[in-house]
């Protein structure tokens, strides 16, 4: 760690931006898609022999791939990453009226898939040194507001069950899974990892989305890799699995010309055009991570002589896959950090804040939840700098 410094240099963090990133680029987004591999030739496939939709060889070959790199028994393809949460959160019995823990500071979706299943969002405080929910605070937090009884886990102040846990791996860093393990175990909670950031990151040398029963995927236009919009659902419980795939097609029934359906289903599955792109960008996962390591690298050695911010590294038992680099200004600094994302982006870099908190937003502002003081500070303190593989 550095001392606490006593001023801080705008223009010195934006020329320290500019000095690592190796582009002649008058613009530089935060995260841009490459395609640098089979990507023409598989979608071309695609359309020459016209399986573009919602069946084709891509489909499956895309889900086997991604259930190998990342270890689990199955992995289950779909629209989009908030369609597969919702899907986690009904798999593993979210209902209408039940609470669910997830971080104060994520994106917008995990809060929206809980609202899809009619069940309210209880907002959780993050740690500083992995951005994600604190295991130990969450710990303290239930001891005292929840009451475990034969049919679940209930929060003693609103009378609601409290189902599951969903933690996010921010901007890739892995959360502290095990901690949070325990605490699903204590308090008879679901663990469902929301690892839409997370392709490609390790906790204690495992892939993320092992710990928890299920696990959410994106593979939107600005994550490690892209299938144009898309996800998938993540399970090594091979039953909740069949039961995903099920869910996610309508919940037909397996005859060559009969509509047969047993349950309330969605049309969640990804076409084959777009599993077509997943399965080339898969093959050049490996080179992207090395690449996304590399440029951490190149920030953190160049933040390092820079008074005043901290470049956001990963945690210990942590391996991320560096989706989005982040800097934190020192927290007396944090009123800058409007005026450095001006400065930032007249100098055509694409930097962003992170997300507003999920409870200052007027639909979820009267939600359960926790003080979150290390989640303010990191939403008012945080800022995401050019992250794409080609720099
Ligand atoms: C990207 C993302 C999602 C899913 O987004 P989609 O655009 O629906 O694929 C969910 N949670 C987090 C934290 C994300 O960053």
Same mark, same amino acid.
């Given at each position: 760690m550095k001392n606490a410094a006593e001023s801080i240099n705008l223009n010195e963090i934006v020329e320290t931006i500019r000095s690592v990133i190796e582009t002649d680029s008058a613009i530089v987004p935060l995260h841009e898609p490459l395609f640098a591999g089979n990507e023409w030739q598989y979608v071309k496939e695609c359309i020459d022999t016209r399986w573009v939709s919602s069946v084709g060889k891509y489909v499956d070959l895309f889900e086997e791939k991604l259930a190998e790199f990342t270890g689990v028994k199955r992995a289950v393809a779909v629209v989009n990453g908030?369609?597969?949460?919702?899907?986690?959160?009904?798999?593993?019995?979210?209902?209408?009226g039940d609470e669910v823990l997830m971080p104060a500071l994520t994106f917008i979706a995990t809060a929206n898939a809980v609202s899809y299943c009619g069940a309210v969002p209880h907002f959780i405080d993050s740690e500083m040194n992995t951005l994600g929910v604190d295991a130990k605070k969450l710990r303290r937090y239930l001891s005292e507001i929840a009451e475990v009884k034969a049919e679940g886990c209930f929060n003693k102040k609103t009378g609601r069950r409290i189902k599951a846990v969903v933690p996010m791996h921010t901007f890739g860093h892995p959360v502290d899974l095990e901690g949070l393990v325990a605490v699903c175990e204590e308090f008879s909670l679901e663990l469902i990892e929301d690892a839409a950031e997370s392709l490609g990151s390790y906790y204690k040398g495992k892939h993320t989305g092992n710990w928890g029963r299920v696990t959410a995927l994106s593979f939107n236009g600005n994550k490690v890799i892209t299938t144009g919009g898309g996800g998938a659902i993540l399970?090594?419980?091979?039953? !909740?699995?069949? *039961? +995903?795939?099920?869910?996610?097609?309508? @919940?037909?029934?397996?005859?060559?010309?009969?509509?047969?359906?047993? &349950?309330v289903g969605y049309n969640y599955r990804l076409p084959n055009i777009n599993a077509a792109l997943g399965c080339a960008q898969l093959e050049t996962l490996p080179q992207f991570l090395a690449k996304k390591r590399n440029?951490?690298?190149?920030?953190?050695?160049?933040?390092?002589?820079?008074?005043?911010?901290?470049?956001?590294?990963?945690?210990?038992?942590?391996?991320?896959?560096?989706?989005?680099?982040?800097?934190?200004?020192?927290?007396?600094?944090?009123?800058?950090?409007?005026? !450095?994302?001006? *400065? +930032?982006?007249?100098?055509?870099?694409? @930097?962003?804040?992170?997300?507003?908190?999920?409870?200052?937003?007027? &639909?979820?502002?009267?939600?359960?939840?926790?003080?979150?003081?290390?989640?303010?500070?990191i939403a008012a303190s945080l800022i995401n700098i050019p992250s794409s593989v080609n720099l």
């Open positions: 908030t369609a597969a949460l919702h899907i986690c959160l009904k798999l593993v019995g979210v209902e209408q399970t090594n419980d091979p039953e !909740l699995g069949r *039961l +995903a795939k099920h869910l996610t097609t309508q @919940a037909k029934l397996p005859h060559q010309w009969e509509f047969r359906h047993d &349950m440029l951490a690298a190149r920030y953190q050695a160049a933040f390092a002589k820079i008074s005043g911010v901290t470049f956001v590294s990963e945690s210990e038992h942590c391996t991320s896959n560096y989706w989005l680099n982040a800097i934190l200004l020192q927290t007396e600094f944090s009123a800058k950090r409007d005026a !450095l994302l001006t *400065l +930032a982006h007249e100098r055509g870099i694409m @930097a962003r804040p992170a997300w507003d908190l999920m409870y200052t937003l007027p &639909m979820f502002s009267s939600f359960p939840r926790m003080d979150c003081p290390v989640a303010e500070r």
